[in-house]
């Protein structure tokens, strides 16, 4: 396994991961300790809450939470084997380990349990997908028809360059792929395995495989789901009005899309945006 490394975020957390992604994991520390990114739009979380993070990655969401709050219940499922022992790493040596319950799974989520080839990016490891056809796709899209916004938001300088030698610094960042077997599982298989009786927060963040995560929630399920926050991959968007109308019929009375940048969602951008949905309280 290629050999991990220790990286300082901007407010001094150390935290292990792939070498030569700083800045990947600058981006999603911002998204998580600054921006707040699961957390946004009604979504709360209390002590003692129970967090199904499918796409845990490094385990960032993890560690700010565990920051934050006492006695919660986090199940982290992450199937790329060296991100996965990244974030097991990081979860064993937080200070605030002993407050909290931490399960790490090590699987694929998708509409039916089943065997798959998962695509690991050295250098993009936060993208590694099931969906690897339609993952080039849309980064090729994104490099042509992003926005200086949007590249700023990625890094700094990016929305300052001229397009030519944005395309020069992203374009090979998809590469040198590993494409690696992987067991994918339900929500269903897991909720069953783990007996949860409720999950105060479900987040999903899986790179283009999270209408099939949807679809492996048992209707029986979801009346244990409290709250939602799901990233959207481009080639979801034009699903989003039949999600929420699919998940207002499930008992969430505020379902909200934003874009990456804030504000409202839109097909033409070439960004993923956010879902949020949430149980009246």
Partial sequence: MQPMKQFRCPNGLRVWG??????EINLIFREIFEDRCYERLGITICDGDVILDIGAN???????????????????VEPAPLTRACLERNVAESPRRDRHQITILSDAIGAENAEA????FPRLPG???????????EWNRMIEDVGPVQLQRIHKELGLLPRWIVRLILKPMLKNAVTQPCKVRTVADIVAELDLSRIDLLKIDIEGAEMDALHGIAESDWRRIRQLAMEVSPRHKGLLDEVVERLRARGFAKVTA????????????????????????
């Avoid at 920051?67 to 219940?73: C, H, I, M």
């Avoid at 940048?261 to 149980?279: H, K, S």
Wanted: charged share 15%.
């Fill in 127 to 137: 993208n590694s997908t099931l969906c690897l056809a339609e993952k080039q796709k």
């Fill in 58 to 76: 490094i385990g960032l969401f993890a560690l700010s939470l565990m920051e934050r709050f006492y006695g919660l219940k986090i199940v982290c």
């Fill in 258 to 281: 934003e874009s990456f940048t804030g504000g409202g969602v839109t097909l033409n951008d070439p960004m993923p945006c956010m879902l949020y949905a949430l149980r009246q309280t």
């Fill in 117 to 120: 080839m998962i695509t690991y």
């Fill in 18 to 23: 792939a070498p030569g992604t700083g800045v």
